[in-house]
């Protein structure tokens, strides 16, 4: 079944455009769920095999293996370094993870077991345009650079890999890219950086500029990029794309074997599995 739509996607420093459909070609069966937490808010899929959860509920951030165990944990309800008041966002690589601490208006972070590094907060600075408050979600580039989703001024914010402020993007003065209502954010190997905004994905190259943007009749909220899978979800459904493919559609992915609707927080697909975020658990699908 194929469904119009209203996409146009602009990836690559190229730039390709993608003009889709959204199709029906994939559907995943449910295999079974890994995890439990309070209300958890965010995960992330390291390419060293790991995923990392932040639960706002509790505070803390975990370490888990695919199978489901919790192999570390850090954190807790605090403003001290390693402590957080509402984790959010989390992003991670091989060697580190990054956790946005949203009450406390900073990212932490992390060795990939989980032991504390360092933090960065700019929102008592002086200067107004490397402020960011109530992180939501970041993006490390594979250079290091840090993209963060600053919600108190609509905006992205830009750091280099030592802390150093380096530019802000997507605020009101960006005319038809300005963002509204961001909520998630993912880095392409292209350093494409993609934003959720309401019923739109906004990307713009890594030096701020907007290049296209994806209409959408969905709210939409995560997003993810494992290796070059595209996932992007609704509270209610999954759409995905493979940055590799020279077929320009958008896939709304089919969901058998569930007895009710989930709310999704998150998804991402790796080895041919869908990893669906809940807030109590993730949900694993294996593609049919």
């Not at 293996?65 to 001290?80: F, I, M, R």
Request: charged share 20%; net charge negative; glycine share 10%.
């Amino acid at each position: 079944m194929r469904i119009k739509s209203y996409f146009l996607i602009a990836f690559c420093l190229g730039i390709v455009c993608l003009q889709t459909e959204i199709i029906y070609p994939q559907v995943y069966g449910f295999s079974n769920q890994i995890g439990k937490f309070k209300e958890a808010a965010s995960f992330a899929y390291s390419p060293s095999g790991f995923i990392y959860v932040t639960d706002s509920g509790t505070n803390e951030v975990y370490k888990l293996d695919t199978l489901g165990n919790v192999l570390k944990s850090a954190g807790g309800y605090g403003w001290d370094q390693g402590l957080f008041d509402i984790p959010s966002g989390i992003s991670a690589n091989p060697l580190s993870v990054y956790v946005c601490d949203k009450n406390n208006h900073r990212i932490e972070r992390f060795d990939k077991d989980l032991n504390y590094i360092w933090l960065l907060s700019t929102h008592n600075s002086d200067t107004t345009a490397q402020r960011f408050g109530y992180p939501l979600g970041c993006a490390i580039s594979q250079q290091g650079d840090m993209y963060i989703l600053d919600s108190e001024n609509k905006r992205i914010v830009k750091f280099d890999f030592s802390g150093n402020f380096s530019l802000n993007f997507g605020g009101y003065d960006a005319g038809e890219y300005a963002l509204s209502n961001p909520q998630g954010i993912a880095i392409s190997n292209s350093n494409n950086i993609l934003v959720t905004d309401g019923k739109q994905i906004v990307i713009f190259d890594q030096y701020g500029s907007g290049t296209g943007i994806i209409k959408s009749n969905d709210e939409l909220k995560g997003i993810s990029i494992v290796f070059n899978m595209l996932t992007v979800n609704s509270d209610s459904a999954v759409y995905f794309y493979n940055l590799n493919s020279q077929d320009p559609a958008l896939s709304k992915l089919k969901l058998n074997g569930l007895d009710r609707k989930p709310e999704i927080t998150g998804s991402f697909i790796f080895n041919n599995k869908l990893y669906l975020l809940t807030k109590e658990t993730i949900l694993v699908f294996n593609k049919i």
